[in-house]
């Protein structure tokens, strides 16, 4: 049962073009979303969030835009530079009751590749 | 302010064998989620841990694995008799509260390999 989806394994852009990472999700408890980058060997790191009381958020060159109706999350990268290029992990957590732990559930990723 | 530490950073197991992983968190954090990543997957929530309370082990296998965070020292992991399906990456993340707003801060991960 894959609460969140990553539907595009892989993503090919030219540098200073823009990148977008997509993520639909099915539980309606979900509140609360974010985006993690992760380079090979290394942990995830956490890149920016939204909450579903918005419809945007933005930090420097990334943006996240939910759209609650349709379910469905993007990532938005402009310009796109070469050390962009990682693996991107969407997640999504619920904070009513006692489902807030805190715990993440991830997409499966989509690898991201920045070409100069 | 060293941040979230795992080890070992590889781990290689025969079938049968036993299986610790170690995870100290960031300095100040009390909170530890403990995920795997299988090949080609995303990574899947296992466990929740309080200092000395386990709070949501609601992704841990059933048999075999067992979580821990003790008063002193770091969170383990630990696998019995592992198997080959046991194979993965496995991520602790420290929090200095237990809530979704509060940023997660991954590990570097542990790569189990079970021959």
């Known amino acids: 049962d894959q609460q969140v989806k990553q539907n595009s394994p892989s993503l090919s852009v030219q540098e200073g073009r823009i990148s977008i990472l997509n993520c639909d999700y099915t539980?309606?408890?979900?509140?609360?979303f974010l985006w993690y980058k992760k380079y090979p060997a290394e942990g995830p790191t956490f890149l920016i969030s939204i909450s579903s009381i918005k419809d945007k958020n933005e930090d420097g060159r990334f943006t996240v835009f939910l759209n609650k109706s349709a379910k469905h999350l993007s990532l938005h990268i402009v310009p796109s530079q070469p050390g962009d290029s990682a693996v991107y992990f969407c997640?999504?957590?619920?904070?009513?009751?006692?489902?807030?732990?805190?715990?993440?559930?991830f997409g499966q990723g989509t690898t991201l590749q920045v070409k100069p | 302010n060293a941040g979230v530490m795992q080890n070992p950073r590889h781990l290689v197991r025969r079938r049968g064998q036993e299986a610790r992983l170690r995870c100290s968190p960031m300095?100040?954090?009390?909170?530890v989620y403990w995920y795997r990543q299988l090949p080609e997957e995303g990574l899947k929530f296992m466990v929740y841990l309080q200092k000395e309370n386990i709070i949501d082990e609601s992704g841990m296998p059933k048999e075999r694995f067992s979580a821990e965070f003790p008063k002193e020292g770091p969170s383990i992991l630990r696998i019995q008799q592992v198997v080959r399906g046991d194979s993965a990456a496995y991520f602790c993340a420290s929090s200095p509260q237990g809530v979704v707003t509060n940023e997660q801060f991954f590990g570097p991960g542990t790569r189990l390999t079970v021959l």
């Open positions: 300095k100040g954090h009390s909170h």
């Open positions: 997640a999504a957590s619920a904070s009513g009751g006692s489902s807030n732990t805190g715990k993440l559930i």
């Open positions: 539980n309606s408890m979900f509140d609360y």
